[in-house]
């Protein structure tokens, strides 16, 4: 592994589980067995290795994200394998993460929002008009409205002030919310395939 990614994956190590504030370039050099000095030759600042890092972490999620899709049946089945890609995510980013770059990193923030509002909107109403198509959708849901409110859903439980920031709480309420979702513009057709997911044996 070159030592420019090295660095990096020895970073999100650290922030993904700790948070921003509370790792220094010390802990990173620690971590990696790695002088600041050889740090420093590929990183001016830690603002500019977190800003990578999650470029770097956004590029990688828009991959999952895209694949998850291109081989999804329908979207149903989308909807389950997101919400088993979100899990895994959130799984290993300490929710801090999102309250510290929101407060202290405005650029970078606006990149996230950015692939929030943009790649993942767009993915979202997508698959909503994909599944109507099919018949899983309700025909009578305005899809650009739900794509936004479903992305709205997903920082609405990044919001501490809302939710406990308590990793578990974090996944469990995110996996509710996209259940809840998904219940919310399906047909019964897309009901039964949802319960069909969920192991539910109808009467």
């Known amino acids: 592994m070159p030592t420019k990614d090295k660095i990096l994956q020895g970073a999100e190590d650290l922030i993904f589980k700790y948070g921003i504030k509370n790792i220094t370039m010390d802990d990173i050099a620690r971590h990696l067995s790695m002088s ?14 977190v800003h990578s890092l999650m470029h770097l972490s956004i590029e990688k999620d828009k991959c999952r994200f895209k694949k998850i899709y291109d081989s999804s049946h329908n979207v149903v089945a989308e909807g389950f394998e997101m919400m088993k890609e979100m899990r895994e995510i959130f799984s290993k980013i300490n929710p801090i993460v999102f309250h510290e770059l929101n407060k202290y990193y405005p650029e970078t923030w606006k990149e996230f929002q950015k692939f929030k509002n943009g790649f993942i909107q767009e993915m979202v109403e997508r698959s909503l008009i994909n599944g109507q198509k099919d018949g ?29 920031t308590e990793r578990p709480n974090l996944i469990d309420t995110q996996m509710a919310i996209t259940e ?20 539910i044996e109808e009467e």
Not at 38 to 47: A, R
Not at 180 to 199: A, S
């Open 36 to 49: 600041k000095k050889t740090i420093y030759k590929f990183y001016k600042e830690k603002d500019e290795i």
């Open 136 to 164: 899983y959708i309700r025909n009578d849901i305005d899809t650009k409205l739900m794509a936004k409110l479903r992305v709205e859903n997903i920082e609405m439980t990044l919001n501490g002030a809302l939710f406990t």
């Open 180 to 199: 809840h979702f998904l219940y919310g513009v399906c047909t019964l057709k897309g009901h039964k395939l949802i319960n069909k997911y969920k192991n």
